[in-house]
């Protein structure tokens, strides 16, 4: 009997949990993520069909980018998984509610990272998202705006402090998007 070939859900969301677990007081290189990894199928975290397509050296690179950096120059002032709730007027989210106060959303989330260097905020999302040609930058940046938007709400909410900065980083194509 064969089994199916793991999602790509399923991979994003082991590549988060394995960043979340990942050591930030030293660059993680590709033997530390191995060993994390190895862990983390060992503790029944992430199924062994998962781990084994799960890019390191991708993973990796996220440490040599300028966000990758940053985060790990501040690794005392990063928080990762963190979760939020945050209570919308309708019309704030979806065109066409009207703003009264009887439809509100309560929206729930957790949000994979952000870093606070002299009182200003990075925001970053991790996406494991393959660029195609139907896919390009603008592409995921519109797919993901408004999440990271709801991100920045409730975060800067909940640190009362504005989001200087947001990112979406590419996993796939070791890149960080800026979203305004």
Do not use: C, W
């Not at 963190?82 to 957790?110: C, M, T, Y």
């Not at 999440?147 to 200087?164: C, D, G, M, R, V």
């Amino acid at each position: 009997m064969s089994e199916d070939k793991p999602a790509p859900t399923d991979v994003g969301t082991a590549t988060h949990l394995l960043l979340q677990q990942v050591d930030l007081n030293v660059r993680p290189d590709e033997k530390m993520l191995a060993n994390l990894l190895s862990q983390l199928v060992a503790q029944g975290a992430i199924d062994s069909n998962v781990a084994t397509l799960i890019d390191l050296n991708k993973v990796t690179q996220f440490f040599d980018s300028d966000l990758g950096k940053l985060v790990l120059e501040n690794s005392d002032t990063v928080k990762r998984e963190s979760p939020f709730s945050l209570l919308v007027k309708a019309g704030d989210v979806f065109p066409g509610f009207e703003n009264d106060q009887q439809q509100r959303l309560l929206i729930h989330g957790i949000i994979d990272g952000y870093v606070v260097v002299d009182n200003e905020v990075y925001l970053f999302d991790y996406k494991t998202d393959k660029l195609t040609p139907k896919t390009g930058i603008e592409d995921i940046k519109n797919r993901y705006r408004g999440q990271i938007n709801l991100y920045a709400l409730a975060l800067s909410e909940i640190i009362h402090l504005p989001i200087a900065h947001k990112y979406l980083y590419l996993l796939e194509s070791n890149q960080s998007v800026v979203i305004e």
